[in-house]
């Protein structure tokens, strides 16, 4: 059974810093492009940053270059987002996605908020 699991979300204050992980199983990971996506309430999903299936070649939302920084184990097969100087504008459900020609896959979300 194909599953992205994402973990790490929570309540941090500004500036602060969160590292969020996604678990892959049930496919080969490696295979797979893999991204970060958020949406924040009444707005679209968008994309956060995303990381070639090998790890070469990384691509960042202008929003969020300079303090997030995603990366991936394809031997643990996870991808993770490290993030940090948070603002309150970060705040939304953070997502995984994987994606391969016409295969795409997502997880169920983890909730970041940040506030004061």
């Known amino acids: 059974q194909v599953q992205l699991v994402e973990s790490g979300g929570g309540l941090v204050q500004p500036g602060g810093s969160l590292r969020l992980s996604c678990a892959a199983s049930?496919?080969?990971?490696?295979?797979?492009?893999m991204s970060w996506y958020r949406q924040a309430p009444g707005k679209e999903r968008e994309l956060v940053a995303s990381?070639?299936?090998?790890?070469?070649?990384?691509n960042y939302a202008d929003s969020v270059k300079a303090r997030f920084t995603i990366s991936r184990d394809n031997v643990k097969n996870t991808v993770d987002l490290q993030m940090n100087n948070l603002k309150p504008e970060d705040t939304a459900v953070y997502y995984c996605?994987?994606?391969?020609?016409?295969?795409?896959?997502w997880g169920q979300g983890t909730q970041v908020t940040v506030s004061s």
């Open positions: 996605k994987a994606d391969r020609s016409s295969y795409r896959y």
């Open positions: 990381i070639t299936s090998a790890g070469v070649s990384t």
């Open positions: 049930g496919f080969r990971c490696d295979w797979y492009d």
